[in-house]
């Protein structure tokens, strides 16, 4: 659904779906393993809700752009490390959320210099503790416990960069730039323990 309230404005809400399958945990499998780690993991589904805008402001001099989300990830595939002579392997848990915003911003301060940055803020985390049982549900293992990061998700991103260009007095269209750029990456986790 999108609204524009100028031409230079549009604002939008998205919401959308998608969908993994399901798969083996390995195909020769030792029989500590068998006993605690599922031989399959189950197909996981993202529900994702949107709502963001896009601008072109100052004459066409600035471009800005911000966006929020929402997503719950139900039954979500994760890789859980159980340690020595078990390894690692894809389990189903309960639930994810996943929350966040994004903005960037693109100015022409003057003739040929450009001035952009971008930021990123995610709260990624598991709502339910991973956990594996028996047959008479006793844990025999905890992949993860509620509120652990996800994997692979940093807190922050953020980047900027600065670039000149300018004609050449050779050549008709030739231009020439200098760029600068910098990014920063927050830490992250690169599995559950």
């Known amino acids: 659904v999108t609204y524009e309230p100028t031409d230079d404005i549009l604002t939008y809400f998205t919401y959308s779906e ?5 798969g083996p945990n390995g195909t020769s499998r ?6 605690i780690v599922p031989g399959t993991f189950e197909g996981d ?27 719950d990830w139900e039954d979500y595939q994760i890789q859980a490390d159980f340690g020595a002579g078990i390894g690692s392997a894809i ?23 450009e001035l952009s940055g971008a930021i990123t803020y995610i709260d990624a985390q598991n709502d339910e503790d991973i956990e594996i049982t028996d047959e008479n549900d006793v844990v ?24 000149y260009t300018t004609p050449l007095n050779f050549g008709e269209g030739l231009e020439a730039y200098s760029r600068f750029d910098y990014a920063y990456t927050g830490e992250s986790v690169n599995g559950t323990s």
């Not at 998608?18 to 399901?22: D, E, F, K, L, T």
């Not at 529900?47 to 997503?71: C, H, Q, V």
């Not at 389990?91 to 210099?113: K, P, T």
């Open 140 to 163: 025999l293992a905890i992949g993860s416990v509620a509120g652990d990061p996800l994997p692979s998700v940093p807190e922050w991103k953020f980047s900027a960069g600065v670039q």
């Open 91 to 113: 389990l189903n848990a309960e639930s994810a959320s996943i929350n966040g915003f994004e903005a960037q911003l693109a100015y022409l301060a003057a003739e040929g210099l």
């Open 18 to 22: 998608g969908v993994r399958i399901g």
């Open 30 to 35: 030792t029989p500590l393993q068998q006993a």
């Open 45 to 71: 589904k993202l529900l994702n809700y949107e709502a963001g805008i896009k601008s072109t402001l100052l004459d066409g001099r600035m471009i800005a752009n911000a966006t929020a989300f929402m997503m």
